[in-house]
């Protein structure tokens, strides 16, 4: 499996200690900056993990910022991109299981070390439940294909 992580200043030494996590348990880490924790625009590391996971470089990605708002909403601007706010090891573990999401952002001035590490575990374990919930995604992709077109 290959992870693509992203963060902007404010979510370096949490993405950091992610990318650690996740080599220790053997996944292969697509990192996608920023370099260091000098000032930096998070729309430019959501995009980038976005299109690394929507052009298939990356299975999954992750990535976070201060609040995990503004990279998620940067993210979720990629076509095909699911990108969900996650706060703790439930909300990541639905995330995926209801909304298949492939991208999971985290804010590091909100959850702590530990927080973010269970919420990324769970997301990982987790699969899509399909069902009653791939009709919704489908009328998500019909939304976004609409407003591609639209543009």
């Known amino acids: 499996m290959k992870v ?30 920023c ?8 729309p430019d590391y959501g995009a980038a993990v ?5 052009s298939g470089e990356a299975d999954l990605g992750i990535c976070t910022c201060g609040s995990g708002i ?3 909403i940067a993210a979720n601007k990629v076509n095909g991109i699911r990108a969900a ?4 090891a439930t909300s990541a573990r639905l995330c ?4 298949d999401c492939n991208v999971i952002c985290l804010g590091e001035r909100l959850i ?9 575990d769970a997301w990982l374990a987790a699969t899509f439940e399909g069902g009653r919930h791939q009709g919704r995604l489908d009328k998500i992709s019909t939304i976004e294909t609409q407003s591609a077109g639209a543009q």
């Open 70 to 72: 503004g990279i998620s």
């Open 96 to 99: 995926r299981e209801h909304n």
């Open 4 to 33: 693509a992580c992203g963060s902007d200043h404010a979510g370096f030494k949490l993405r950091q200690v992610i990318q650690s996590h996740l080599l220790t348990k053997g996944i292969e880490v697509i990192d996608k900056g």
């Open 35 to 42: 370099p260091n924790g000098d000032r930096v625009d998070y």
């Open 50 to 54: 976005g299109q690394a996971v929507a």
């Open 112 to 120: 702590g070390e530990q927080v973010a590490l269970d919420a990324v």
């Open 85 to 88: 706010l996650v706060h703790d």
